[in-house]
């Protein structure tokens, strides 16, 4: 490892050494989530403040013990092209540490794993509050969303995005198509929003936007979602934290997921989103 001692987050004086040291005690519970998916490196070499890039394909002193899948992507500079990049596997707790010791913060892959890359394990329910609204009314659409989901009969698993957003994630059969997934959720999305104006909404472009964005464009081939137990860039360094519903509430307060916390949780109450790699739901649409 280099640069241990190198500090990623000021105020807190949390040094890349400490974020090392977070993610080697949280592998067991968090390598499981990466499993088997292609990786986006999301890069921090200068700490949680300073200039990050993405890095889809796999440096090339990336150490070969590492797997590689080639996979077809669009680029955010040719939208319409496609090119083929050789995208990291992060498979064990080493590979893990590597991408960290790379400036890696958060742990970044996609919905759907190497064997069938079209085809997605959860629909994602991704929950962005607007300036003028906060983590409260983001918490507050997420039991919107439960309501809803719970009427199609399906089970959903929520977590914290950072120190504002929640994300609800349903597993499903590997059945379904991105294209079925983010119908599901738009459809959901949408019955909220037509029914609780200003608190939710479905506008994309952030000029018109009130409330909090129910976003089902985050449903698609190649998109990535920061992992569940993912150190998120930002101040006082949240992590997004696994929850029980129960916990889902008006005290619920993001900032308090530290690392530090969130061991603790995992040593008390395990691994909460277990269930979300085990759990295969068919799709009912209302």
């Known amino acids: 490892f280099s640069n241990l001692d190198k500090i990623f987050w000021p105020d807190e004086k949390i040094t890349k050494g400490d974020l090392i040291e977070y993610y080697r005690a949280v592998a067991p519970v968090l390598v499981p989530h990466l499993r088997e998916r292609p990786f986006t490196m999301r890069r921090y070499p ?19 013990w590492i797997p590689r899948l080639q996979v077809d992507v669009h680029t955010r500079d040719a939208p319409r092209k496609q090119r083929t990049i050789s995208a990291p596997i992060v498979n064990e707790e080493d590979a893990l540490l590597w991408m960290v010791n790379m400036g890696c ?29 906060g983590f409260v009314e983001a918490v507050q659409v997420a039991l919107l969303v ?46 909220i929003a037509r029914t609780n104006r200003g608190l939710a909404t479905t506008e994309w472009a952030k000029s ?24 998120r860039p930002r101040a006082g360094a949240p992590v997004s934290t696994p ?4 916990e ?39």
């Open 243 to 246: 929850l029980r519903w129960d």
């Open 248 to 286: 889902v509430n008006e005290k619920l307060d993001a900032t308090s997921f530290t690392m530090e916390v969130v061991l603790d949780r995992v040593r008390t109450m395990g691994d909460l989103f277990a269930a979300l790699l085990t759990t295969k739901q068919r799709l009912r649409t209302p």
């Open 46 to 64: 200068d700490g949680a403040f300073g200039k990050a890039f993405f890095q889809k394909d796999a440096p090339s002193h990336m150490p070969e």
């Open 105 to 133: 913060i958060d742990m970044n892959t996609w919905y759907s794993r190497v064997d069938r890359l079209d085809r997605p394990d959860w629909v994602l329910f991704d929950l962005d509050p607007s300036p003028d609204v």
């Open 208 to 231: 018109k936007r009130r409330g909090v964005l129910i976003d089902a464009n985050q449903n698609g081939e190649g998109k990535t979602v920061a992992s569940v137990y993912s150190v």
């Open 146 to 191: 439960k309501e809803a989901l719970d009427a199609l009969g399906l089970a959903s698993f929520p977590k914290t995005s950072s120190a504002d957003g929640m994300h609800v994630l349903v597993p499903v059969e590997r059945r379904y198509t991105y294209d079925d997934t983010r119908r599901l959720c738009e459809i959901v999305a949408g019955a």
